[in-house]
């Protein structure tokens, strides 16, 4: 197995993935401890931002990685094999607007279109579409949270794990779009190529 | 410092920049050496097996491509002629071959081996890395029926693999019709099986197995759908297959017992394997190399497509892409992790 190299988010889903790893038996300390090196060539792990996993294995730099499903989702044209649910780093995509009367109701009924900030333009794009309403969505990089506080949009889509940071922003949820959870993904080639080492990492990972 | 090398040399004064269309690019000395290295041993391994070199117009009516069924493989550029007809670039050779063989070779006695270098051109999905127009070297056998027909396009593949110098590449060896056939057998249809078939094609067997889930299904049938599209290896990951499912499995096997051990070892049996081209009927392969992340190129079986073109005869063929080739070699001479 030690023959994989895998791509591990950092973030939100960098602890718990240490621990899978770690429970699976790959040496995951020095990785844990060195928040500096990104490249751990011993153990066969790379660490990356989780918007960036699907890039390095699409492209066979890597060739396992894990990342939650709201990136897959984003960056569908990726070809990887989902291989895994693994269950942690569970979060919810939400349609969120500020407390009260929801402005997007006025946007709706008296501009006809609806202006949404979001990190994710495509699956807010195709959340929109799949219900049958129309939307403008303003990609934006940092807290989207600000951008309904500022009139810069009627709504947010955003991803969301305890609420918290949308209450304090006095943000109500409108819609849960769909729960994401961190994913076991494999580079096409890799996985014919070197199809028993992934497979016994499949298995180990599932008894884990 | 050579004229032919226009990047060392040092600027006299700044370029003027004239840009060319998005997924295109320019070919300089050095490159097209090696590319041409590659093409003319393609090209000579296909001719001393028979194969006789064609060329097609690289536009076609749109009508043309139609009848061949490109889904997944759209193409990239559409425009008019004089009269307002819609012509477009091709997105393959295979489709033009079809009507090629069909008009001109109406009555010629199969079999025919044909094989091509051309350029072909794709729309493709926005924000990803890969040319709108690629070179592809391949063959279509025409009117030799699986599994003898299969096992020579197999054969010849390794053949100008070999030629080229490429090393360690395997090929993926799968049936478009053996999924479909495991879905007959659980009588999944319709709606249903629409939806576990797009997660097949995105390569997701989480939203497979949440597909399958949702059916009710006994617990067996549930279990070998999940499983067999996961399952890739040796000859062995066909047994237990049996009714429909089993009629496909026995069709590679026939092909794989046709084949000299220096195929046979290239070859890994797929049982998930698809491919994104619509006219393919049974057997389909893609070739890998550990040098490079996504396939080399691929092929198969397309036993209806002639007939669509008012010729039907069985067919089978694949194409290498030259470039990623190309890239594949410069990767394992460099010794790229295997």
Known sequence: ?208 | MTATDPTSAAPASAPTIHPIPSGTRDVLPDEMRELRAITARALEVFQAAGYGEVQTPALEYEDTLARGDVRGAPPAYRLFDEQGRVLVLRSDMTVPIARLVATRYASAEPPLRLCYLAHAYRGVRPQRAQPREFLQAGIELIGAPAPQGTAEALTLLCDVLDAVGLADYRIGFGDVGLYQALLDGFDVRDEARERILAELVTRDFVGLEREVGMLALPAGAAEQLVRVPQLRGGPEVLSGLDGPAGEAAEGLRGVHALLEPRVARRLIFDLGLVRELGYYTGAIFQVYDPALGVPIGGGGRYDELLGRFGRPLPAVGFALTVERLHVALAGEERGERA
């Open chain 1, 1 to 208: 197995m030690s023959d994989l190299i895998v791509a591990v988010p950092r973030g939100a889903l960098f602890s718990e993935t240490l621990d899978l790893l770690e429970r699976i038996g790959i040496d995951a300390s020095e990785v844990r401890s060195n928040d500096r090196k990104l490249l751990f060539e011993d153990v066969g792990i790379v660490t990356m931002r989780p918007s960036d996993v699907p890039t390095y294995v699409a492209e066979g730099a890597a060739d396992v990685g894990i990342t939650g499903k709201d990136v897959l989702m984003e960056q569908s044209e990726r070809e990887v094999y989902e291989l895994l649910d693994l269950g942690y780093g569970a979060c919810t995509m939400v349609l969120a607007s500020v407390a009260g009367e929801d402005p997007m109701e006025e946007a709706r009924r008296r501009l006809g279109i609806v202006r949404i900030a979001t990190k994710y333009p495509k699956i807010a794009a195709r959340h929109f579409a799949a219900t049958g309403r129309q939307a403008e969505m303003i990609e934006v990089k940092g807290s989207v949270e600000l951008a309904p506080l500022t009139g810069l949009v009627d709504g947010i889509v955003d991803l969301t794990a305890t609420g918290t940071t949308l209450r304090e922003n006095g943000l109500v949820v409108r819609e849960e779009i769909v729960v994401c959870t961190a994913r076991l993904i494999a580079n096409p080639v890799a996985h014919k190529l070197k199809a028993a080492a992934i497979d016994e990492l499949l298995e180990r990972v599932r008894a884990a």
